[in-house]
């Protein structure tokens, strides 16, 4: 049966719905990232197509938002992992900064920057910062 729940808890379809990649934190690796979520969501949109079509789009967006602000802000490689829930897609991206991101003013007379973690925060349903010995986790829920 499809929903039946394994050992773990965890549905089957969550599970065949999970990927993890690594970068090694340069910056040809935000177009890497973002390519490796591209796959992903084409993989996952066979068994279970996005519920408004936004959707697709806003999750590369958020990817490519990370991992740019990794490879400007963390120096080292960083590791992105995307898996099925019940209601969307969690996206994790570890990268090797203790600094907790913290929302920057838009000055776009200076250059621009400072918009993309606003707009993690906007398209997400949940953002969430864990420090850890190596760096940092960034857990971001999204709906699909």
Same mark, same amino acid.
Request: proline share 9%; hydrophobic share 40%.
């Given at each position: 049966?499809?929903?039946?729940?394994?050992?773990?808890?965890?549905?089957?379809?969550e599970?065949?719905?999970?990927?993890?990649y690594?970068?090694p934190g !340069?910056?040809?690796n935000?177009?890497?990232?973002r390519?490796? *979520? !591209?796959?992903?969501?084409?993989?996952? *949109?066979?068994?279970?197509?996005?519920?408004?079509?936004e959707?697709?789009?806003?999750?590369?967006?958020?990817?490519? !938002?990370?991992?740019?602000?990794?490879?400007?802000?963390?120096?080292?490689?960083?590791?992105?992992r995307?898996?099925?829930?019940f209601?969307g897609?969690h996206?994790?991206?570890?990268?090797?900064?203790?600094?907790?991101?913290?929302p920057?003013?838009?000055?776009?007379?200076?250059?621009g920057?400072?918009?993309?973690?606003?707009? +993690?925060?906007?398209?997400?349903?949940?953002v969430?910062?864990?420090? +850890?010995?190596?760096?940092?986790?960034?857990?971001?829920?999204?709906?699909?």
């Open positions: 049966m499809a929903t039946e729940r394994r050992w773990d808890g965890t549905p089957p379809s599970r065949a719905h999970e990927r993890a690594s970068f !340069e910056l040809p935000v177009t890497g990232a390519l490796a *979520a !591209e796959e992903f969501l084409r993989k996952l *949109a066979r068994d279970a197509p996005p519920t408004a079509p959707y697709w789009d806003d999750i590369l967006l958020v990817v490519t !938002e990370l991992a740019a602000n990794a490879v400007q802000f963390a120096p080292g490689p960083f590791g992105l995307m898996r099925r829930t209601d897609v996206v994790t991206l570890h990268d090797t900064s203790t600094v907790v991101p913290e920057r003013p838009f000055r776009p007379s200076s250059g920057g400072g918009i993309g973690w606003h707009l +993690v925060h906007t398209l997400c349903d949940q969430s910062v864990v420090v +850890v010995g190596d760096g940092k986790d960034i857990h971001v829920f999204l709906p699909w």
